[in-house]
């Protein structure tokens, strides 16, 4: 295969020469045969469930403030392996703190996070350093190098971090691009590209390093209906092609509805529910009722 770097590249004719691949306003297109039974739009199902494996995620009594703003309060959940998992809540609840938390970016004031049973706080640094390895981060903006073209973008871990030749990058940049219906793009800088092509580019860059972990800040932000279905179609072939613990923050109701096994509700700065997402939405708790149903009036109040 010719990299999109070399001369004389071409695209392939086809992203995926055996698949139909729908087409949604602006020339994007999905990698999956799912949508096409599915269809764009919202289901009011949730997906089938899968229980998942043994958790490797685990965090207990977290808790994290910044001045006078106690941000995360007592937090527990057990994010299970080869399960999505979306935690919800609005915007400001610490959703992306508890990310930054996991991934070892921020020390809680109280608590901790274990990853396959160690606190990663107990850890050395360079121990710590490993285990970020295991985590593929798609934040909410894409984080993309705005002077790179999207090949070198989802190429910059791989160089980074690994010993892997051209040849070998290559073929892992091309068959992750590939996955997210981005093979044709890879040779686009981020600023020509759309909103929803740049988050599919920072999910392939998180795949390239082969991680056990997933994490989606804010996946569908800034992103229409049909872009947001879609992405979350392809964020659940992925998952379905090579497991994994997965897992979503986010405000958005219907993306957690299509994508995940569990939900977890955090309503300032505090669990509030945490189980199987079909006994979610259809809990009688007053309080996971009316954050479900996006109502302004109920126990949990809108101050």
Known sequence: MTSPNQPGYTPPDSEYPTQQIPTVPGGETHATTAQASRGPGWSTETRDFRQGDDPIVQVEGLAKSFGSAEILKNINF?????????????????????????????????????????????????????????????????????????????????????????????????????????????????????????????????????????????PDSGLDPVRTSLLCDIIMDVHNQHGGTYLLVTHDIKTARKVSDYVGLIWKGEVVHYGPAHEAFEHQDPFVKQFLAGQSAGPLGMD
């Open 78 to 218: 057990n994010f299970r392996h080869n399960a999505i998992t979306t935690v919800l809540g609005p915007s400001g609840t610490g959703k992306s703190v508890l990310i930054k938390h996991l991934v070892g970016l921020l020390a809680p004031d109280r608590g901790s996070v274990f990853v396959d049973g160690r606190d990663i706080w107990s850890m050395s640094e360079n121990e710590r350093y490993d285990m970020r390895t295991r985590f593929g981060v798609c934040w909410q903006d894409g984080a993309l190098f705005g002077s790179m073209n999207l090949y070198d973008n989802v190429a910059f871990p791989l160089r980074k971090h690994t010993r892997k030749t051209e040849k070998e990058v290559e073929k892992t940049v091309m068959t992750a691009l590939d996955e997210v219906g981005l093979a044709k793009a890879a040779h686009k800088a981020p600023n020509e590209v759309s909103g929803g092509m740049k988050k599919r580019a920072g999910f392939a860059r998180a795949l390239v390093m082969n991680p056990d972990i997933v994490l989606f800040d804010e």
